[in-house]
């Protein structure tokens, strides 16, 4: 009996791509990782991931791996997993290459994804280089996305800080507001920005020149995550929960608890 295997070629003679492809369902893909990351569930995350990954390498589906491994990429730097969050990076790059993806919207993503990763790593000039990249994809393309944008360059002034290129971090900063001004709901990832900013000053100047500036910029952070318009869902709890600590460091401890106990009463359903 002839199998169908016998008579479909797998690859594509000219360009050595899959013609028998099974795609995964991308968008629910992101929906229950969304579900799983408001509960902190990072092993179910994991979990996930890892199946649908291998659901998209028997598949053939390419394009559905690339945004897998780009969602691995960002687990492992949560999770504090280098060695995996490289391997996934490593690999994420190739499929660029192997997609033709190079100058596209997904290359930008992918670029910024990995060099986010670097930078959280300690691996900042590598991270420079592929922000650079990014920015030369996002910048140039007339559909780049305001939220793209404002994250690649909120995350690009966080290397500079750390390569303590301060000036070019500060225009970055500026930069990523006026972008996320442009973006619903956008005041979170303002808020962000203006902490990173603060740490940015205290960096440069030291904690008693900037604390004056420190102070200022803090305000503005907390006015911001208190906008009653803000969706109060996962993705505010985990922004409640990374920006506490900087309150805390900074003396600001009503607001630190508050933003503590919007998060717990998110993740638990209240």
């Known amino acids: 009996m002839i199998e169908r295997e016998d008579y479909v070629e797998q690859r594509c003679l000219l360009c050595d791509e899959p013609t ?9 893909i992101i929906e229950k990782m969304d579900d799983y990351m408001s509960r902190r569930d990072y092993d179910g995350a994991e979990r996930h991931l890892k199946y649908w990954l291998e659901e998209a390498l028997l598949g053939h589906d390419l394009r559905g791996e690339l945004m897998i491994r780009n969602e691995l990429v960002g687990h492992y730097r949560k ?14 790059l190739t499929l660029i290459e192997r997609l033709g993806f190079e100058g596209t919207i997904s290359s930008g993503t992918t670029y910024t994804n990995i060099a986010t990763a670097c930078n ?3 691996d900042d000039e590598r991270a420079l280089e592929l922000f650079e990249k990014a920015r030369a994809v996002y910048e140039t393309s007339t559909v780049t996305r305001p939220d793209l944008l404002g994250g690649l360059y909120n995350n690009m002034a966080l290397t500079c800080v750390s390569l303590k290129r301060f ?3 500060d225009k970055l900063y500026q930069k990523a507001l006026d972008t996320m001004k442009k973006v619903p709901n956008g005041e979170l ?10 740490d940015a000053l205290v960096a440069e100047k030291g904690e008693e020149e900037a604390e004056h500036e420190v102070f200022d910029l803090l305000d503005k952070a907390y006015d911001l995550l208190d906008t009653p318009s803000v969706p109060r869902n996962g ?4 922004v409640c929960e990374k920006c506490a600590p900087s309150f805390e460091y900074y003396g600001y401890f009503l607001a630190a608890n508050t933003l503590k106990e919007r998060a717990e009463k998110i993740y638990a359903g209240a």
């Open 235 to 238: 993705y505010y709890a985990f």
């Open 167 to 169: 000036a070019e971090a």
């Open 189 to 198: 990832e303002q808020a962000i920005t203006y902490l990173n900013m603060a």
């Open 79 to 92: 999770v504090a997993n280098k060695d995996q969050a490289y391997l996934h990076a490593k690999e994420a």
């Open 20 to 28: 028998d492809v099974k795609p995964v369902p991308q968008q629910r």
């Open 120 to 122: 959280a790593f300690g």
